[in-house]
């Protein structure tokens, strides 16, 4: 368990690290492209440590008890992660290092944006929200919990670096979205049309989802619905 308690805090701290002026720092000295690529394959192989050591540590008793209807609802809101992934990143991006082009060809916002301005990083917080409450131990409490902070804090430096970066461009952008999912539709700050965020991007993320849900079991040896067969 100590061995991904630490794997954890590295990760996490390996994307902390960027928002500091360490970063801007090692740029001057090495190159962007040289930076990112040495960040990436941190952050790839940080990630690898984290699901060694998770699949590593033991189990330990469970923290609260999930039962066959927790399961089932967990499934169906698994889909929410596959939209927003496919329509996060196949839809020109405000948060992207391109982000200023995707906000000079919007005047409405009625795709995934409309949604939230961080789908991908909301995929993350509801995956690993959803696998948590499924997965009532303390290694997971580390593993999932590490992985929904680390999207928590990647939107929140998004919002940072962006505003600072693109200004009034991004200030009307955030006065027309949310952070948080649905909530500027809610307020009528936003209108979500279906057709804008692309029937085949729909039809991919459901297929991904289904493909999951049949392939979970014979790839990680846990299947999403076990309890109920």
């Given at each position: 368990m100590a061995q991904l308690a630490v794997a954890s805090i590295v990760f996490i701290a390996l994307h902390i690290l960027p928002a500091l002026k360490?970063?801007?720092?090692?740029?001057?000295?090495?190159?962007?492209?040289?930076?990112?690529?040495?960040?990436?394959?941190?952050?790839?192989l940080g990630l690898a440590w984290m699901i060694y050591a998770y699949q590593a540590a033991p189990?330990?008793?469970?923290?609260?008890?999930?039962?066959?209807?927790?399961r089932w609802a967990t499934a169906v809101l698994m889909l929410f992660p596959f939209i927003f992934v496919v329509c996060g990143t196949t839809t020109k991006n405000p948060t992207s290092v391109m982000g200023k082009g995707a906000?000079?060809?919007?005047?409405?916002?009625?795709?995934?944006?409309?949604?939230?301005?961080?789908?991908?990083m909301w995929a993350?917080?509801?995956?690993?929200?959803l696998?948590?409450?499924?997965?009532?131990?303390?290694?997971?409490?580390?593993?999932?919990?590490?992985?929904?902070?680390?999207?928590?804090?990647?939107?929140?430096?998004?919002e940072v670096r962006k505003h600072k970066e693109l200004g009034p461009?991004?200030?009307?952008?955030?006065?027309?979205?949310?952070?948080?999912?649905?909530l500027a539709i809610l307020s009528g700050r936003a209108r979500l049309r279906l057709a804008d965020l692309g029937g085949w991007r729909?039809?991919?993320?459901?297929?991904?989802?289904?493909?999951?849900?049949y392939l979970h079991s014979h790839i990680l040896g846990v299947s999403p619905l076990a309890v109920l067969t």
């Open positions: 360490f970063r801007e720092w090692l740029v001057k000295q090495i190159g962007d492209p040289a930076y990112m690529g040495l960040f990436s394959l941190a952050s790839v189990a330990g008793d469970p923290l609260w008890i999930t039962g066959p209807a927790i906000l000079k060809d919007h005047q409405k916002w009625t795709d995934i944006f409309a949604i939230t301005r961080h789908p991908v993350i917080i509801v995956w690993a929200t696998h948590l409450i499924n997965r009532p131990e303390m290694r997971s409490l580390l593993f999932f919990g590490a992985m929904g902070l680390l999207g928590l804090a990647g939107s929140v430096r998004q461009a991004w200030e009307k952008f955030v006065s027309q979205t949310s952070h948080v999912p649905f729909i039809v991919t993320a459901v297929l991904l989802w289904l493909a999951t849900l």
